[in-house]
């Protein structure tokens, strides 16, 4: 299997289309590159065909890393570099589906933990505007990972509270919910009148909430 196939892309894109990650995952452990097409497909003019991409992504590297995580890796690495000024940061997906892969397999990729994580505090403004929303969204998958982490940035979290995109705004929430990190929010009791609306990906299809509603959520 090629990943530029478009006949292993078309395949892949329709058992998306029905969330079958299941039947990625048995796919990639037969052939690796699998990976390399989901990641194209996390280009998809589709958002719900590009974050289960993301999905499936995690899920497959989990079934590839259990006999070669040296393929894993050098995936990994190139996410990071799809992100860098050398590539012109044309992989706007790539810290989700970094995270997702990590957070299935952290004893295999530690490494990779502060490198997601650590994105909100090291990229340009410039870049970060781009990936903001999704980095937050990333880091927290990696929740239950990242605790040291996750602390070291959680200012540059707290911040995102005050940013004028609502979809910025509700994955610090989301992000901070999902890290156990609330102590920020309980100080905010403003957000909890903020209608601004965001974008999440969650259990397989993307939902619409207000801002108010995921502050309310994580202080429940």
Do not use: N
């Amino acid at each position: 299997m090629r990943s530029t196939s478009s006949g292993a892309k078309k395949q892949l894109r329709e058992l998306l289309d029905t969330r079958r990650i299941e039947e990625i995952v048995d796919l990639a452990g037969r052939q690796r590159r699998v990976l390399g097409t989901l990641l194209s497909l996390t280009f998809d003019a589709e958002p719900l065909i590009a974050w289960r991409a993301v999905e499936a992504m995690g899920a497959a590297a989990a079934r590839i890393a259990d006999d070669d995580p040296g393929y894993v890796r050098e995936h990994l690495r190139r996410l990071r570099w799809l992100i860098s000024d050398e590539s012109g940061g044309i992989c706007w997906h790539a810290p989700e589906a970094m995270a997702e892969i990590v957070r299935r397999r952290p004893a295999m990729f530690p490494d990779h933990i502060p490198i997601v994580v650590y994105l909100l505090r090291v990229m340009e403004e410039e870049d970060l505007v781009r990936f903001r929303a999704g980095i937050l969204w990333a880091i927290g998958r990696l929740g239950d990972v990242a605790a040291s982490e996750i602390e070291a940035v959680l200012p540059s979290i707290a911040a995102c509270l005050d940013d004028s995109d609502p979809q910025v705004r509700g994955m610090a929430v989301w992000c901070l919910a999902q890290s156990r990190r609330t102590e920020p929010l309980k100080a905010r009791r403003d957000l909890l009148s903020d209608e601004g609306t965001a974008e999440l990906y969650l259990d397989g299809h993307l939902a619409r909430r207000s801002v108010a509603e995921l502050v309310r959520q994580a202080l429940t």
